[in-house]
C-alpha cells in the first residue's frame, strides 16, 4: 500500500483564500484523523471521523476550517477564508479498528505545510 | 484526564553513545503509552508501544523503554546512537477505550559524529 497521501505538500496562499487540503487514507482503514502541528502548540486533532462519519470536532479552531468525509478514500479540511495564524503542518492519519482495541498504532501522511501571508 | 510531559525540548549525543528520551505520564486509569517518531519533512510512526504487558518494550531500530508505575515514567533509550537517529520524537498516551491519543511536545534528538 502507498500509505496516507496528502496533497498539497505546500501551499502557500494569501490571508483571505480559501484553502483546501486533501488526504486519501491506507485501503480498508475505517478511522481518519486531521491533526495540526505547530512550534506554538505541537501536535493538535481537529476532527476525526469513523467510517466517514465525524465523531468528535472538538479540535476544530472556529467555524473557518471544515473537514469532510465523502467516501472512504478521500477526506478534506478547508479553511475560508484563511488567516495568516492557520499557517502549520496539517497531518492527516488512518487507523485500522478503534485505537484501543488494536495496535492504538495511526498511519501519518507526509503532512501539507501551509504558509498564509 | 490524561497528558505527558516530555521533560527535554533538545537532547544532544554523539555516535555510539546511549540515547535517553525522558516522558513521564499523568492519567487516571491504566494507560497504554506510545513513542512515535517524526524525521524532517516526514510524517510520524509508531516506534513502540506498551499496552499493559511487559513493562519492558522493545520497538524499532533498536530502541526500548520500560513503563515504570511507581515513577509514572516511560523513557526512550538505545544503547548507541546512530546518525540516522536524528528526529524528533514524540511521547503519547491513551487509555482503555481510548480513540484520542494526547501526544507531548517532542523532543529533538541532535546526533554528532
Known amino acids: 500500500d502507498a500509505g496516507v497521501i496528502q496533497s498539497p505538500r505546500h501551499e502557500v496562499t494569501e490571508m483571505g483564500q480559501e484553502v483546501t487540503l486533501r488526504c486519501k487514507p491506507i485501503?480498508?482503514?475505517?478511522?481518519l484523523f486531521w491533526y495540526r502541528q505547530t512550534m506554538m502548540r505541537g501536535l493538535e486533532l481537529l476532527i476525526y471521523?469513523?467510517?466517514?462519519?465525524?465523531?468528535?470536532d472538538s479540535g476544530m479552531p472556529e467555524d473557518r476550517f471544515s473537514a469532510k468525509m465523502p467516501n472512504a478514500s478521500f477526506s478534506t479540511l478547508k479553511i475560508q477564508p484563511s488567516e495568516p495564524r492557520d499557517s502549520a503542518v496539517y497531518f492527516c492519519?488512518?487507523?485500522?479498528?478503534?485505537?484501543?482495541?488494536?495496535?492504538?498504532?495511526?498511519?501519518f501522511g507526509e503532512g501539507s505545510r501551509l504558509t498564509v501571508l | 484526564a490524561q497528558s505527558v510531559t516530555q521533560l527535554d525540548s533538545h537532547v544532544s549525543v554523539s555516535e555510539g553513545t546511549p540515547v535517553l528520551l525522558r516522558c513521564n505520564y499523568s492519567s487516571s486509569y491504566s494507560p497504554s503509552l506510545f513513542w512515535y517518531v517524526q524525521h524532517p519533512n516526514k510524517g510520524l510512526q509508531l516506534l513502540l508501544k506498551y499496552t499493559s504487558a511487559a513493562t519492558l518494550v522493545k520497538g524499532i531500530n533498536g530502541f526500548e523503554a520500560e513503563f515504570k508505575k511507581s515513577e509514572t515514567s516511560f523513557h526512550l533509550t538505545k544503547p548507541s546512537a546512530h546518525m540516522s537517529d536524528a528526529a524528533e520524537y514524540f511521547c503519547v498516551v491513551g487509555n482503555t477505550g481510548f480513540q484520542k491519543l494526547v501526544f507531548g511536545t517532542g523532543t529533538r534528538l541532535l546526533v554528532s559524529p
Open positions: 492519519a488512518s487507523s485500522l479498528g478503534r485505537l484501543a482495541g488494536t495496535t492504538g498504532e495511526l498511519f
Open positions: 485501503s480498508g482503514h475505517d478511522y
Open positions: 471521523f469513523n467510517n466517514n462519519v465525524p465523531i468528535d
